[in-house]
Structure formats: structure tokens, C-alpha cells
């Protein structure tokens, strides 16, 4: 698998990545199994799959400790990770985020320890505060960044002005946003990202499902999805309706919809890296199916059409 240069980094990854809030990250879904999501980390890695994405918030450090406990079985130069900080609780225990200098140099340190590895390859800043200069917080990273202790710096659900403000410096290598089909309102960011030569990584590129074509207007939910506005009602019907013109295209290809969904993202400008995610092993490997879709320009246009800019 040709590898992706993440920014003005040095780190080169694969274009399929694998998302691994589902490995350890147990209060985000019920009853994981960590010996899958450990075996899910293998089966990426063996396949080409390199960057492995992950943040403390994944089971609150378990997700980077299965990582650290899985990637010794491999040479370093097999795989790249990728982890975010910014969470933490108060003495309420409530959940809290910090941009402080000194409190993400901490965050790295803690990374390093969980992951039982010498350097990270991409830290991001995983939300933003409402205090720290955005500069500021970046000149950290900076300052891990020229002791080898991490790779590539990014930022996550950043506005486009806490961006510009992070990378006054030059110092951005990767900005992670939500962006799907039916939410892509982050697009105006695209120009900028391309400028200043930034990869633009989306996350929740499928909507919890939704955008792969296997749910019908009678799928139940019971979790977060039962929550979003997107899996209720008319929307509910109005989407699958949407996602059912995929269908053609996907044919057409001889894949599945999320295949034609994941390789439509790879078009966009800076857009070189997507994330799905993985409870299974084999499904790292369906993943992959999407570097051999190669839409032409009416099958583009055509998903502009079913789907707006905007459309929100």
C-alpha cells in the first residue's frame, strides 16, 4: 500500500487507517473483547494498514495499553500511531479538557508509558479549551516534537480561526474533524488545510453505519444512535433513500456502498487519510477494498448531487 506524507512531517502512512475507539475503549461501547480488538490491531498491521488511530479518552488509557501490549510482536517501522490528549476529571469527576502546556507534555509522557513506545508518531490536541492560545499550546507539542518524543502534530474539532491561531507558527501537521456526506460543513476548511499544506483526516466518516447501506427503515437502535437526529423518523427515511442511489455507482464497482462512500472522501482536497474503524478482523480487511474503487468524475458529480455541501 502506497504510503500518505502527513503534513510537512516526516511521517508517511498508510490511506487507510484503522479507528480504535473499539479496541479497550470501554466506555464508549458494552461487552468488547480486548483479545479481538487486539487481534483487529494485527490483522491491520500484517495487511498494510500502518497508522493506528487511538486517544486516552478510548477507555480512559486502555485502548493504548492493548496497542503498546499488541505492536511489540512488530518492528517499529510496521506501524505508526497516532493518540490524542486533552481529557481529563476534576475532583467531582467530572470530565474536564485542558490546551495548558505543561498538562499536555504530561499527556505525552502518559501516552509514551501506555504505549510502551519510544516516540508517537502524530499527537493531536484532542479539543480544544476556551482559555489556552492555540499558539501556545502548539509550541509544546513543538518543544516534544525536537526532543524525537513525537513525530507530527495535529489538532481536533478545531474551528477554522483556533486553527489558523494553532498554526501561526507553521507548526500544524494534521487537522481531525468530523465530515461525512451528510454533515460537510467542514469543507470550507479545505483551502485553507491545502495552503498550508495540512492533512485533513475525517472522522465519523459513516455515520455509525448509516452511510454503508445496511440499515432499513425497520432497524432498531439502542445506543447512541437511538440519540441523533440522523437515525429519526423522516431524516431517517429521507437518508437511506440517499444512501440507496449510492447503489448503482457501488455496482457498478462490483463493492459495497461504504466502499463508494470512503473512496468519494479520498477526492477532496488534503483529504489523504481516513479512519474507519474496526470491531472485527475481517472487516479491516473490507475496509481496504476502497483503494480499488476509482470513481470518475460523473460518479463524483453525481454524489455532490444526492448529497449538497449543504445539506446539514
Do not use: C, W
Not at 466518516?205 to 452511510?211: F, I, K, R
Request: no cysteine; glycine share 6%; hydrophobic share 35%.
Amino acid at each position: 500500500m502506497k504510503k500518505v506524507q502527513l503534513g510537512k512531517s516526516e511521517v508517511e502512512a498508510s490511506p487507510i487507517a484503522l479507528g480504535t475507539n473499539a479496541v479497550g475503549g470501554h466506555n464508549l461501547y458494552n461487552n468488547l473483547d480486548e483479545e479481538q480488538g487486539k487481534e483487529v490491531v494485527r490483522k491491520a498491521i500484517k495487511n498494510g494498514v500502518s497508522l493506528l488511530d487511538t486517544a486516552y479518552i478510548y477507555g480512559l488509557g486502555r485502548s493504548e495499553e492493548l496497542i503498546g501490549e499488541t505492536v511489540k510482536e512488530f518492528s517499529r517501522d510496521e506501524y505508526q500511531i497516532a493518540t490524542k490528549g486533552a481529557h481529563y476529571f476534576d475532583e467531582n469527576k467530572e470530565e474536564q479538557i485542558s490546551n495548558k502546556p505543561e498538562f499536555l507534555k504530561e499527556q505525552v509522557e502518559q501516552s509514551l508509558k501506555r504505549l510502551q513506545v519510544d516516540y508517537i508518531d502524530l499527537f493531536y490536541i484532542h479539543f480544544p479549551d476556551d482559555e489556552t492560545p492555540k499558539d501556545e499550546a502548539v509550541a509544546a507539542l513543538k518543544e516534544l516534537k525536537d526532543q524525537g518524543k513525537i513525530k507530527a502534530i495535529g489538532v481536533s474539532n478545531f474551528s477554522l480561526e483556533q486553527l489558523k491561531e494553532a498554526n501561526k507558527d507553521g507548526y500544524v501537521d494534521v487537522v481531525q474533524l468530523e465530515y461525512n456526506l451528510l454533515n460537510r460543513e467542514n469543507e470550507h476548511i479545505f483551502e485553507y488545510t491545502s495552503e498550508n499544506n495540512i492533512t485533513f483526516i475525517p472522522y465519523f466518516p459513516l455515520v455509525s453505519g448509516l452511510l454503508a447501506g445496511k440499515y432499513t427503515e425497520n432497524s432498531q437502535f439502542d445506543d447512541l444512535r437511538a440519540e441523533n437526529p440522523e437515525f429519526q423518523g423522516d431524516k431517517f427515511k429521507e437518508n437511506l433513500k440517499k444512501v440507496d442511489e449510492l447503489r448503482t455507482i457501488a455496482d457498478n464497482h462490483g463493492v459495497e456502498v461504504a466502499h463508494v462512500v470512503l473512496a468519494f472522501y479520498l477526492t477532496q482536497p488534503s483529504l489523504d487519510v481516513i479512519i474507519p474503524g474496526a470491531k472485527k478482523p475481517e472487516q479491516v480487511i473490507d475496509n481496504l477494498t476502497t483503494l480499488d474503487v476509482k470513481l470518475t468524475e460523473s460518479e463524483i458529480e453525481k454524489i455532490n448531487q444526492i448529497f449538497p455541501v449543504n445539506n446539514n
